[in-house]
């Protein structure tokens, strides 16, 4: 199984940007897909982004416009580039990998949007 380290979030002012890295034990190379989801207090885990093997995006319709995911082949690593954030993203961003019918999570990092 795959180990996955989150690292970038933190406390931003509403109109702000993050970004969230997700660094994999192993290559990214032969995934079925990598990315993102969060969970707010209350609420369930939804989407927010993931990228396929075959390069493509998927975003969730709350961060559409606002969120840019992008794979580094080369250093195991996704990004999330997270732009014009509002108090409503505010939730713990978990990584997540999938090779096969594996999924692995990462720990979670808080992202909190407040004034």
């Known amino acids: 199984q795959v180990q996955l380290t989150e690292s970038g979030g933190g406390l931003v002012q509403p109109g702000g940007s993050l970004r969230l890295s997700c660094a994999a034990s192993?290559?990214?190379?032969?995934?079925?897909?990598m990315g993102w989801y969060r969970q707010a207090p209350g609420k369930e885990r939804e989407l927010v982004a993931v990228?396929?093997?075959?390069?493509?995006?998927v975003y969730g319709d709350s961060v559409k416009g606002r969120f840019n995911i992008s794979g580094d082949n080369t250093k195991n690593t996704v990004h999330l580039q997270m732009n014009s954030l509002k108090p409503e993203d505010t939730a713990v961003y978990y990584c997540?990998?999938?090779?096969?019918?594996?999924?692995?999570w990462g720990r979670g990092t808080q992202v909190t949007v407040s004034s």
């Open positions: 997540n990998a999938a090779y096969g019918a594996v999924r692995s």
């Open positions: 192993r290559s990214i190379v032969s995934i079925n897909h």
């Open positions: 990228i396929t093997s075959g390069g493509s995006m």
